[in-house]
């Protein structure tokens, strides 16, 4: 089945959330202890994808490019105002806690979706139904769904729906993709979307560490506009 392995993904944010809720009772201070390790490593994951480019000036042009049209849609505040959405349907906001769940859904979705294993994986499921790809994204997602739901809240259980509608559809549409895109700038494609996202990431490991409030999800659309402006560079060079 072509969405095994985005299904098994998503059902693993949700399980590993699941018991990440349970162990949510502890200590304020160990919470944040553990939340700022968490940002760490996030910024040192961003920083080692970010590396991984050949093109620098066409990640920054993406991301400044990207970034105009993220603002001009509002794709942050459209995420946010889900969140708060399903937040308000869950259980009324308490003093002090409205918006907990939309920080969490909008952090967790952000970081399980920009990077390179998750367009690898779902090409690779939808093209030659293999799932070993996604199967091991879904482990360290799972793995990260465990103490990001402990810190951040139950929000982190919802970042499982963009996770499959985006892998899904990427699955879907492999076939489509490997005859129209040939394997040489696919290759390149991914490796400057790593870094790309890699940026990306680093800017949710700075928000998680409230050093900053970059908004990163008006920065998605960086990604296909990297994707156009190297089917140009290809198209004229």
């Not at 994951?45 to 590396?51: C, K, S, V």
């Not at 690898?120 to 790809?133: C, Q, T, V």
């Amino acid at each position: 089945m072509v969405l095994t392995g985005t299904l098994v993904n998503g059902a693993a944010i949700v399980v590993a959330g699941g018991l990440g809720l349970l162990v949510q009772n502890i200590p304020e201070k160990m919470k944040t202890t553990v939340l700022q390790a968490i940002a760490l490593a996030v910024i040192l994951l961003g920083i080692q994808m970010g590396l991984q480019t050949q093109q620098f000036l066409l990640v920054i042009a993406s991301l400044a490019i990207g970034g105009v049209m993220g603002e001009w849609i509002g794709i942050d505040s459209y995420l946010n105002q889900f969140g708060r959405w399903i937040e308000s349907v869950i259980k009324p906001a308490k003093s002090g806690e409205s918006g907990k769940v939309a920080q969490a859904f909008v952090t967790t979705t952000l970081i399980y979706v920009v990077g390179a294993m998750a367009v690898l994986g779902s090409i690779d499921s939808g093209l030659r139904g293999d799932h070993s790809l996604l199967y091991t994204k879904a482990m360290l997602d799972g793995l990260s769904a465990i103490i990001f739901a402990s810190t951040l809240g139950v929000g982190v259980l919802l970042s499982a729906i963009p996770v499959i509608l985006y892998q899904g559809s990427i699955a879907l549409m492999a076939t489509y993709i490997a005859v129209i895109v040939p394997d040489y700038f696919l290759n390149q494609f991914i490796l400057e979307m790593s870094a790309v996202g890699g940026i990306m990431v680093v800017a949710i490991g700075l928000n998680i560490l409230g050093l900053t409030a970059i908004r990163v999800a008006n920065l998605l659309p960086a990604l296909p506009v990297l994707a156009g402006l190297m089917w140009l560079i290809n198209s004229i060079f």
